[in-house]
């Protein structure tokens, strides 16, 4: 771990443009940001050449899953594969993890766990389930960034899916917290039936794993939030958006003026369900993996604001657990593993496109912290802000193989891509904890609380 004083680049990404500059730093955040020859004596100064200097990311999208489950990730490989990706601030979701945090006291055992292990910032959601509209407002006091609820079974039992009934029940409570909550929208009638219908077909068929998750399970769903957001005038954000026929629904409530936001993720943006070949269960996920066509609108509506920003639904497990052998999609566990590997997966697929680092930023950095209340300081390189900045290369290209990912569990769906932009430095609170491969120190990243720097 080495403390920096100063970064100078000849690619700055400011709220203002990218700029040739030095930031200055000094006990944790920005002091200043001058002229590119305008930097201290001092040994401790960085000097980032052509690279991009660029805010640490910021993933409010990460299931870390311990205690219970370390077995599938745990915060000290988590957070080393985000300060290897560039991310320097994370918020854990309230599953996979035995307790789910559906309570205060569950909460605190998961803050027992993470203590001393991680090595970038992590912040912690709070989950409602049936029954525990009670546990809220322990959930707010114990510093939670707001809640998380799945309206489809989650795949796991100790976080069961809500109903509107449910919703009912706990968003007078949640509207008066002025706290966020993300929801899983996909309506569990639509995928029975359309499951009902597959019933004689291959499991091993991507085809058939797309079929059963219909685009209409998260358009009745998001057109369900956006009344209830109507109603009770809470903010409801739609988390991992898959199908380009939701982005109209939410574009018109957000004119109407509706407390109502969303995000996709790089998997539904990078690949595409022509490309799937069958029984390749590491592209499992729900939603799925939509077409190419699906793919582009969803890339407009980043672009017209329809979705706000992009963050990685990183939700890992054992090898064993996605069913290779068989190749089964329904047995196999859906989520995608890719938190290292966000940044250049939507840097390959920007480039070349009319979007741009300025749009990166506003999507990877900006966007997620301002979800998270943390747009004050953190997902920009400004005066104040924490000094959590990623130094990478747009230009170098590299291979994904296994051996180079630092969470857990090394298979993804990622495996052999080539990729453009290389992580070369990550600096937490002016501290470089990351450079080229090797990670100094001890990590030493903080248990993030709502309200509290």
């Not at 909550?181 to 091993?204: G, W």
């Not at 380009?244 to 018109?252: F, G, N, Q, V």
Request: glycine share 10%.
């Amino acid at each position: 771990m080495k403390t920096i004083h100063a970064i100078r680049g000849k690619r700055v990404m400011t709220p203002e443009g990218l700029i040739a500059a030095t930031v200055h730093m000094r006990d944790g955040a920005v002091t200043s940001i001058t002229g590119y020859n305008e930097f201290p004596s001092s040994k401790n100064m960085y000097d980032a050449g052509d690279s991009v200097v660029m805010p640490g990311l910021v993933d409010t999208h990460v299931h870390i899953n311990e205690p219970g489950r370390t077995g599938w990730e745990g915060f000290e490989t988590a957070t080393r594969a985000a300060a290897a990706g560039g991310v320097t601030t994370l918020i854990d979701m309230p599953l996979n993890s035995i307790p789910a945090s559906t309570t205060a006291a569950a909460l605190e055992r998961k803050r027992a766990a993470a203590r001393k292990r991680c090595w970038v910032n992590v912040g912690f959601w709070g989950g409602v389930v049936p029954g525990n509209a009670n546990e809220l407002r322990g959930l707010d006091r114990a510093g939670v960034f707001g809640f998380k609820c799945f309206l489809a079974p989650s795949g796991v039992p100790e976080f069961a899916n809500v109903n509107e009934a449910d919703l009912r029940e706990t968003l007078p409570a949640l509207a008066e917290m002025n706290l966020p909550l993300l929801v899983h929208a996909e309506l569990p009638e639509q995928i029975e039936a359309a499951t009902k219908k597959l019933q004689k077909s291959d499991p091993t068929k991507y085809e058939t794993w797309l079929r059963s998750r219909p685009v209409a399970a998260e358009t009745k769903a998001i057109e369900m939030l956006i009344r209830l957001a109507r109603e009770f005038k809470v903010h409801v954000h739609v988390v991992h958006v898959s199908s380009a026929l939701s982005a109209p629904l939410i574009l018109r409530a957000k004119e109407e003026g509706l407390p109502i936001t969303a995000e996709t993720c790089p998997h539904y943006l990078f690949f595409e369900a022509s490309s799937i070949g069958n029984g390749r269960t590491q592209f499992k996920c729900a939603p799925p993996i939509r077409e190419a066509e699906n793919n582009r609108k969803l890339w407009k509506a980043l672009g017209n604001g329809a979705l706000d920003f992009i963050v990685s639904d990183h939700s890992p497990s054992p090898p064993s657990m996605k069913c290779l052998k068989s190749g089964d999609f329904f047995r196999a566990w859906g989520g995608i593993s890719s938190l290292q590997l966000g940044l250049p997966a939507i840097w390959t697929r920007l480039s070349g496109t009319e979007y741009s680092l300025r749009h990166l930023v506003r999507w990877m950095c900006n966007g997620p912290a301002q979800l998270a209340g943390l747009d004050n300081r953190k997902g920009a390189i400004a005066p104040g802000y924490d000094a959590d900045i990623v130094v990478w290369n747009p230009e170098k290209s590299f291979t994904v193989k296994s051996g180079m990912l630092k969470h857990r569990h090394k298979l993804t769906p990622y495996l052999n891509e080539s990729l453009r932009g290389v992580v070369e430095t990550t600096f937490l609170g002016g501290e470089m904890i990351y450079d080229r491969g090797r990670f100094l120190g001890s990590p030493r990243g903080a248990l993030l609380r709502r309200g509290q720097r």
